[in-house]
């Protein structure tokens, strides 16, 4: 850890004060009461706290505050002075935990703590001074240094080490390079020894030979029994899968093939078929064969299309209008009638009244009805060809579920349905062309399956052809290893009945006779000897490293032990 700089807003007599400080020695002077020591006591405050302020200089106020910036592992961090007792942000870990007195003893000593022998006899002291830059990881390296002059040589003589088990495995192999030494100037007698137990096999191999070989053909039989009866069951299973329908040669390519060509013309012709729903849906009411029957008259109404207009376009004769004077004659009548009414003697008032507005009323309805039949034109002069034809329009759109709108929108969309009908027209051929090719594929196709009993057949006889391989090639391996014991797996498995024979001493001397011959082996094979010699060598050379390296381990421990007492007196 490093400081950076010491910020000082309250502590004591010193205010909002602050000090950058340089790499390497940094030196605070000035006349007495100048805040030196107050400077030193906020630096011991902040990074190691007292947890009681008594009699401390100067006092603590709970306005104290400040902060130092500090530079740890090339980070530069800040710790920041809390209240009377407390501090907070990120403490530097040289300190964490630190007993203050501890702390004013080592980091932040004065005259009088230097002459103070207690300080430096407590038991803390050796870590916790070993923390300053350069040497914080000092109790590590010397744990480090002395595990591994113990782990290598050991405390003890018995203690665990590495020399201890290099030394046990170097023993071990010394002793068995000695035994293979040992046996090859024994081999004339292990030589010998093997002559010997090779008579004693051949005389009482002689004595038994007949059983002896009964009993080696019966183990041939007894062995192959499973054999026998496998080639039994598969031969049986080859028969059966014979008797079902078997793909010929080149069948596999010929269906993949014509399945291939089939299912091509098949989306070829659905693709077509698609396309003309398509078309045959957008037509009014979906139904083609009812309009194709219908095409005669809208092709007809149509074609008189450019007459219809050509009618219209001719001038129109005058309307003739008819003046009927009878309803104003009729009001004149009913008025003078108004009038009378009321020169007739003794009749009430009342009835004079009402009978005048009966006849007013009456008056108003006349004149209205004249006027009506005055506006009303006579019979027109009209082509009725044109009538005719517009009634035959809008007939022939109801009938085709269109719904009259005028008579040249029903034409245009009539056309449109003639369009329609000739795009129909043209798509017919080439989709009963595709139906057709689709039809002969797929007849090639059922033609070539209908031997097999349709799809599901030739897929069982593929499946044969597949059971049919395996099968042979099981026979084939179960033949072979039958001839392989001197059988012929095309006669029975003969009948041969096992003879009892002693054959504990031929089974002993065999077995000697099998050691010794190894352990001759073992003699003029020198790899295993030229392994443990090279064995050898390796672990002497480790165990000498390991003797080395214990040794620098011990030296290195003692100097460090002897570095830091120096280094204790020294700073005392």
Request: glycine share 6%; aromatic share 6%; with cysteine.
């Amino acid at each position: 850890m490093r400081m950076k700089s010491i910020i000082i807003d309250s502590f004591g007599k010193l205010k909002g004060k602050s000090f950058d400080l340089t790499p390497g020695l940094n030196v605070f002077y000035g006349p007495n009461e100048s805040g030196k020591s107050t400077t030193m006591e906020f630096i011991r405050c902040t990074l190691v706290p007292n947890k009681s302020n008594k009699n401390s200089y100067p006092e603590r106020l709970k306005t104290d505050s400040g902060s130092i910036v500090y530079e740890e592992e090339g980070k530069e961090k800040r710790v920041l002075m809390e209240g009377k007792t407390g501090h907070k942000g990120e403490v530097p870990e040289c300190v964490t935990g630190m007993d203050p007195v501890l702390y004013r003893s080592i980091f932040a000593m004065n005259r009088e703590g230097l002459d103070e022998m207690d300080s430096l006899s407590n038991g803390d002291i050796r870590s916790r001074f070993l923390t300053i830059p350069g040497g914080e990881t000092m109790p590590m390296v010397i744990k480090s240094i002395d595990d591994d002059w113990e782990r290598l040589i050991g405390k003890t003589a018995t203690s665990p080490s590495a020399i201890i088990s290099l030394q046990k495995k170097e023993d071990k192999i010394l002793e068995e390079i000695a035994s293979l030494r040992s046996n090859a100037e024994s081999y004339s007698e292990l030589s010998s020894r093997q002559g010997e137990l090779e008579k004693k096999l051949e005389i009482i191999g002689a004595d038994n030979k007949a059983a002896m070989e009964n009993n080696d053909r019966y183990s041939k039989v007894e062995s192959q029994r499973s054999n026998f009866e496998s080639l039994r069951r598969y031969r049986e299973q080859r028969d059966q899968l014979l008797k079902r329908p078997i793909l010929q040669e080149g069948a596999q390519s010929t269906f993949l093939a014509l399945k291939k060509d089939a299912d091509a013309k098949k989306a070829a012709y659905e693709a077509l078929e698609s396309s003309r729903r398509k078309q045959i849906d957008a037509l009014p009411g979906a139904d083609e064969n009812r309009l194709i029957q219908m095409r005669p008259r809208i092709q007809s109404v149509v074609d008189r299309q450019s007459e219809y207009h050509s009618r219209l376009s001719r001038p129109t004769p005058p309307v003739q209008t008819s003046s009927n004077k009878m309803p104003f004659v009729l009001m004149a009548v009913l008025a003078i009638v108004a009038v009378a009414v009321w020169l007739i003697p003794g009749v009430d008032t009342i009835i004079p009244i009402v009978a005048d507005i009966a006849l007013i009323a009456a008056i108003a309805l006349i004149y209205l009805k004249a006027g009506r039949r005055t506006a009303e034109p006579m019979q027109s002069d009209r082509d009725p060809w044109l009538t005719g034809y517009e009634a035959e329009v809008r007939t022939l759109s109801s009938e085709l579920g269109l719904g009259a709108i005028s008579t040249d929108s029903d034409l245009m969309r009539m056309s449109d349905i003639l369009a329609k009908l000739s795009a129909l027209d043209a798509s017919r051929e080439p989709s009963a062309a595709a139906r057709m090719e689709y039809l002969k594929a797929d007849n090639r196709l059922l033609g070539f399956l209908s031997p097999y009993g349709g799809e599901q057949g030739y897929t069982a006889a593929l499946e044969n052809v597949t059971q049919l391989k395996q099968c042979n090639s099981t026979i084939a391996t179960l033949e072979e290893n039958i001839r392989r014991a001197g059988l012929d797996p095309d006669k029975p498995l003969p009948e041969v009945s096992k003879v009892e024979v002693d054959m504990t001493e031929y089974a002993a001397i065999n077995k000697e006779k099998g050691r010794v011959e190894e352990m001759m082996k073992n003699i003029l094979d020198t790899k295993e000897l030229d392994a443990l010699i090279d064995s050898s060598y390796t672990v002497s050379s480790e165990k000498a490293k390991a003797l080395r390296e214990g040794a620098v381990s011990l030296i290195s421990s003692v100097i460090i032990e002897d570095a830091c007492a120096d280094l204790y007196e020294t700073v005392h």
